[in-house]
């Protein structure tokens, strides 16, 4: 979600400043501490997606990106 990157940076040098990996696109854990996450049995994580479609319905995708927006209705 980073916009006009100017350069990359050594996943060293994030840590060094306290940077965190994304927690929409939730790449590999570069930092090797992977936190143990214990969800009851039949509890999600998707939500219906926020979006409306052309006709004014709510759009019917799922979506586990933390704005509620699926991949075609973001704002």
């Known amino acids: 979600m980073v916009k006009n990157v100017s350069e990359e940076i050594s996943t060293a040098k994030a840590m060094e400043l306290g940077l965190e990996p994304c927690k929409i696109c939730k790449p ?7 936190p143990v996450v214990h969800k009851a049995q039949g509890q999600s994580n998707t939500v219906q997606c926020s979006g409306k479609t052309k006709a004014g319905t709510r759009c019917k995708h799922m ?3 933390a704005n509620g927006y699926c991949y075609q209705h973001q704002p």
Do not use: K, V
């Not at 590999?28 to 992977?34: D, S």
């Open 28 to 34: 590999e854990n570069i930092y090797g501490n992977a």
């Open 63 to 65: 979506t586990s990106i």
